[in-house]
C-alpha cells in the first residue's frame, strides 16, 4: 500500500515544481532519500531502564525498532564508560519515512505549544533539513501520563538535491509550516 504522501508527491508535487522551477524532467525534482530521528539520553548513563523506554517511546512514534547508540570513549566528568547506551536511533525509508512525515506535519507539530512554524534557515551544506523537537509527547502515540520524562528528539530530512531552494519549496509543498 502506498503512503499519502507518497501518491501526493508522485501525482501533484513534481508536476507542479517541474512547472514552476521550469525544471525539463521529472528526475531534476528533489526527492526525500530519508529521514533520520536521534534522541540523545544522557541520564542513561546512571539508569538502563530510562534508554529502554526511550526506546519503546521511539519504536511507537516511528514504526520501527531502533538501534542503541553506545560511548565509544570513557569519560569520567561524564561518568561513562566505553559501550555504554546513551542515546538510541532510526532511520526511516520508503513507505514508512512518508507515514512518519504525514503524521510530522499534520498531527504532531499543530500539537506543539505556542507553535509559529519549524526555522526555515536550518539547512545545510549538502541542503539536508535538521530540527530539534522539545518532547515526545506531542505525538499521540505517546501517552503522556505514561512518559516517565519528558525526552526531546533530532529530527533529519535527507533530500537527493543539494539545492537547498528547491529542498525547501518541497517541503512547503508537503505542508511543512516554516517560520519566516
Do not use: W
Not at 1 to 20: C, G, H, N, S, V
Not at 100 to 120: E, K, M, Q, T
Amino acid at each position: 500500500m502506498i503512503a499519502r504522501k507518497q501518491a501526493y508527491y508522485k501525482e501533484t508535487i513534481i508536476p507542479k515544481m517541474q512547472k514552476d522551477f521550469n525544471l525539463k524532467n521529472k528526475f531534476q525534482v528533489p526527492a526525500i532519500k530519508k529521514i533520520s530521528i536521534n534522541m540523545g539520553v544522557g541520564e542513561a548513563a546512571a539508569d538502563a531502564k530510562i534508554l529502554e523506554k526511550c526506546m519503546e517511546e521511539l519504536a511507537l512514534i516511528s514504526g520501527q525498532k531502533p538501534a542503541i547508540c553506545r560511548t565509544t570513549k570513557a569519560i569520567s566528568n561524564f561518568k561513562t564508560r566505553i559501550g555504554l547506551g546513551v542515546g538510541c536511533r532510526v532511520t526511516l525509508r520508503r513507505a514508512k519515512m512518508y507515514e512518519f512525515l504525514d503524521r510530522l506535519i499534520s498531527v504532531a507539530l499543530p500539537r506543539i505549544r505556542d507553535f509559529r512554524g519549524v526555522p526555515g534557515n536550518s539547512f545545510d551544506k549538502s541542503g539536508n533539513y535538521s530540527f530539534g523537537i522539545i518532547e515526545q509527547t506531542i505525538f499521540p502515540e505517546v501517552e503522556s501520563d505514561r512518559a516517565p520524562r519528558i525526552q526531546g528528539m533530532d529530527v533529519t530530512i535527507v533530500f537527493s538535491s543539494k539545492n537547498k531552494e528547491l529542498n525547501k519549496a518541497l517541503l512547503k509543498e508537503f505542508g511543512m509550516p516554516f517560520r519566516e
